[in-house]
């Protein structure tokens, strides 16, 4: 998204963008109450969700990643109990992720009005679990793609055990009564062009 708006920003100059980057949920009840032309958030609690557009975007594959020399990359096929007798930092995790997670570490709490799991370091932000987890022995995780350069530098390190349900579901939302803007649509068109990029198209 931040790609997106950047492009958007110079091929289009004039138009004015205001980026909301908050915890999903809360984007999702800003397009709902009709703050917010269009959102990039997790679909899978908004599927039944009346009133909604939901435009899946390309999923992407996660990984738990940790420090350089971190225990758990001693073992070459760490389960998820192992994983979370460390420290897990990072956003709420839908209940797609977050029962799955709480099944093998029932120490892991979720929000009994939404069934999110909230990690015991709880950031809503990307950036920040990568420094948490660069400086002790925090594990995170999170998509590859986000974290590529961090892997290819060896400032951190992904675990081999990668689980197929562990990718991203994040899609457009907006609301089905209400005409998307110009500027809305462009920023779309750039966003699914960018994911084509990433995916290794033309």
């Excluded at 055990?161 to 209400?178: E, I, K």
Aim: proline share 11%; with cysteine.
């Amino acid at each position: 998204v931040g790609t997106a708006v950047g492009e958007m920003s110079a091929a289009h100059p004039s138009v004015r963008i205001s980026l909301r980057a908050e915890p999903w949920r809360q984007v999702a009840e800003a397009v709902q109450a009709g703050e917010v032309d269009v959102a990039v958030v997790e679909l899978s609690p908004l599927e039944e969700a009346t009133g909604l557009t939901c435009e899946p975007l390309p999923r992407h594959p996660a990984a738990f990643v940790c420090r350089p020399g971190h225990p758990l990359l001693a073992n070459r096929k760490p389960d998820l109990q192992q994983v979370f007798r460390y420290p897990f930092a990072g956003p709420r995790l839908p209940p797609r992720v977050g029962g799955l997670l709480q099944s093998a570490a029932p120490e892991l709490r979720l929000d009994p009005a939404t069934g999110d799991l909230v990690p015991p370091l709880h950031v809503e932000s990307i950036a920040l679990p990568l420094r948490i987890v660069a400086a002790g022995n925090a594990v995170a995780a999170l998509p590859l793609v986000l974290v590529e350069g961090e892997l290819a530098a060896g400032r951190l390190a992904a675990l081999p055990w990668r689980p197929a349900w562990l990718h991203t579901n994040y899609g457009f939302v907006y609301r089905r009564d209400r005409s998307l803007s110009p500027a809305a649509v462009a920023f779309m068109g750039i966003v699914r062009r960018i994911e084509n990029r990433v995916a290794g198209g033309p």
